[in-house]
Structures are given as structure tokens and as C-alpha cells.
């Protein structure tokens, strides 16, 4: 079995009694951090002004994707009181924030927020000036460093297609696992009720199952990215606490069932002005993925937008959401760094023995 202890993590730094970004701050102090003379360190609150003047000054900033619910095409502003107020509090799983500091101004920012467990970071805003991709990939290493000093296995990093994210990324030794198309069907549709595939709500016993269909669905190379064990798909949740059974609530997660085959399984998401679906199937029940279209949109509202997301190993999806008159919203490209070598636990087995 392949265990991933702490000590391996790489990135993770040695233990510093003093301030929560003590451990960050040490992991920055390299030969390689000394030699690009860039200050990275924590967001304050007196940073407000110098802030303003770095947006103003720069104007598009921003390296990392718009994910649901703040998807293109919206301002690229950096929301500062939600920033400064995350850099108060502290509060557990929530946004960390650090600034890039050149020549006593901000040349760059990012924030980062661990998901359920702490196993797995998603950097949620990275802006840098223009020209200066090698800031952008200093608060990158930075934001790695912090979260493998926090026993982090792996930190996302999503940047729209075509964009200088993909140099970015590459220079802080990130990398590319897949790629996903966002599709958005306007309000004012109309779900069709023949032929519906129906879904029972996920339950805690549905766990093994799931991790199986997850095993079967996504290919090698992206598991390998995001979770090889359960433990590792359970982290995956986008929530400050692991999945818990739930009939009411912003997030409602439904599954199809075939005698004992688990057919699919499907997320939806209530934002306050549209709504977000995900969906995986099974790969010997792609022919069903119309069914399983239909029925995801008779369970939300027609009378809001709704945002659906295909990966690039879901083509059969992208299909039947452009016939049910969904249009191509944003494409982006996933970026993953791992931060803990997996090694292999020794066990003893039997031996066969020939002519004894």
C-alpha cells in the first residue's frame, strides 16, 4: 500500500515558533529567492492603498481562471475588503493572501484557500503587472511552500486557455493535468420530462462506490493528479468540511443507479444569480449521458443561468450539452503541483519455492 508521510512532503519547511507565515517565510529565504530579489510575505491591511494603486496602475492583472460562480465574462478586479478581511481573521480554511513587493510597491498578488482536510490548496486569485510573469511564478512557489509547510499534499492552479498562465505555471514547476470546457444554457429553457433517467440523492454508504466510479471514469494520468486513494478523493471536496449528507442547502449531490452498477453521479450548486452542475459517468453508460442532461435540468430553476462543466476526457458530455442549446462559456487548463513524493511501504509476502 503507498503511504505518504509527512516528512516526505516537499516544500514543507522546518517548524518556526513565531507568527502563522514563520514556516512560509523560511521556505522563501533560499539561494534561489535571494538571487530574484522579490519580497513575498502576507497581505496587511495598511496594504489597501498600495493596493488600489497596484490595480490602477497595472490594469489586467490576472493569471488564474474565473471558476464558477465568478466566471467570464465579469471584472478581473481584485475584491479588496473580502481580501483584508481574510487577512484579519485567519480563519481556519479560509483565503490566505500574500503580495509580491518590489522596490517598496506591490508588483503581485495571490490567495490561496485549502479545501476539506487540508490535503489539497487551490490558488483562487494570482494577478501580477504585465511583463512580469516571473512574479506571477514567485507567489506560485510561495503559495506551494505555505501549503506544503501545512501538510498539504497538492495545490491546483486553473488559468483561462491561451493566457500567459501556462509560462507562469511552468516556472513554478506546476503542471498541466487536463483542461475543462465551461458550457452556460440562458434562462427561459425548458426541460423535457420523456425519457428522464432518475437520480436518488448520494448517501454516506455511497462513498466506496463513488471512489470506484471516480477509479473507472477518469483516466490514469488525472487520478494521479488529484487522488489515488480514497482519502485523497474524499479532499477533494470544495468545502471547508468533508461531504456530509445533506437534503437542503446551496449544494445537493445525486447519483444513478443500475441494478449494482453505479451509473453516474452529479453535483449541483444554487449561487444568489445562476447555477453550477458536474457530472461523471461511468464510461460503459456514455450512452445514457442525454438521460442523465435532462434530468439534471429538471432539478434546477429555468428561471436563472445555468453553468455546466465538461473536462476534456468528457467529450461525449460536451456533446449532448451543445445539443440541449448549451454555448461555450470559458476553457481553461488545470495545473497541479505535488508536494509529497509517494513511496512504496515495504511488506513481506509468500514465497514460492520450486522442488522443496
Not at 448517501?203 to 462506490?209: I, V, W
Not at 444513478?256 to 450548486?269: A, D, F, I, K
Request: proline share 6%; aromatic share 8%.
Amino acid at each position: 500500500m503507498d503511504k505518504i508521510p509527512a516528512e516526505r512532503c516537499l516544500g514543507s519547511v522546518a517548524a518556526i515558533s513565531k507568527g502563522p507565515y514563520a514556516g512560509c517565510r523560511r521556505a522563501i529565504m533560499g539561494p534561489v529567492r535571494l538571487r530574484r530579489q522579490m519580497l513575498v510575505r502576507a497581505l496587511r491591511p495598511v496594504d489597501v492603498l498600495a493596493l488600489a494603486s497596484f490595480q490602477r496602475r497595472a490594469g489586467g492583472t490576472e493569471i488564474s481562471a474565473h471558476s464558477w460562480p465568478r466566471v467570464e465574462p465579469e471584472s478581473g478586479r481584485i475584491p479588496y475588503i473580502g481580501l483584508l478581511s481574510g487577512s484579519v481573521a485567519h480563519r481556519p480554511g479560509g483565503n490566505r493572501t500574500w503580495v509580491a513587493e518590489a522596490n517598496g510597491r506591490i508588483a503581485g498578488l495571490a490567495t490561496a484557500r485549502p479545501r476539506a482536510g487540508g490535503l489539497v490548496w487551490d490558488v483562487v486569485h494570482l494577478h501580477a503587472e504585465q511583463e512580469a510573469d516571473s512574479v506571477g511564478a514567485d507567489l506560485l512557489e510561495h503559495v506551494a511552500a505555505c501549503a506544503g509547510s501545512r501538510a498539504a499534499r497538492r495545490v491546483f492552479f486553473e488559468t483561462p486557455t491561451g493566457g500567459r498562465g501556462l509560462d507562469v505555471a511552468r516556472r513554478a514547476a506546476f503542471e498541466r493535468f487536463t483542461s475543462s470546457e465551461l458550457f452556460v444554457l440562458a434562462p427561459g429553457f425548458k426541460g423535457e420530462r420523456t425519457d428522464v433517467f432518475e437520480a436518488r440523492p448520494r448517501l454516506r454508504a455511497d462513498e466506496q462506490t463513488l471512489f470506484q466510479l471516480y477509479m473507472a471514469s477518469v483516466p490514469a494520468p488525472v487520478r494521479a493528479a488529484e487522488a489515488m486513494t480514497l482519502e485523497e478523493w474524499g479532499a477533494l471536496y470544495p468545502g471547508r468540511k468533508r461531504w456530509q449528507p445533506s437534503f437542503t442547502g446551496a449544494r445537493q449531490q445525486y447519483v444513478w443507479e443500475l441494478g449494482t452498477s453505479m451509473v453516474g453521479w452529479m453535483e449541483l450548486t444554487f449561487g444568489q444569480r445562476s447555477q453550477y452542475i458536474e457530472l461523471l459517468v461511468n464510461p460503459r453508460y456514455e450512452d445514457a449521458v442525454d438521460r442523465l442532461v435532462r434530468y439534471a435540468l429538471l432539478q434546477v430553476s429555468p428561471k436563472a443561468p445555468v453553468y455546466f462543466l465538461a473536462r476534456e476526457y468528457q467529450p461525449s458530455l460536451a456533446v449532448a450539452l451543445q445539443r440541449t442549446g448549451f454555448r461555450l462559456a470559458a476553457q481553461h487548463e488545470l495545473f497541479v503541483k505535488l508536494l509529497a513524493a509517494r513511496v512504496r511501504e515495504p511488506r513481506l509476502v509468500t514465497a514460492n519455492l520450486v522442488g522443496g
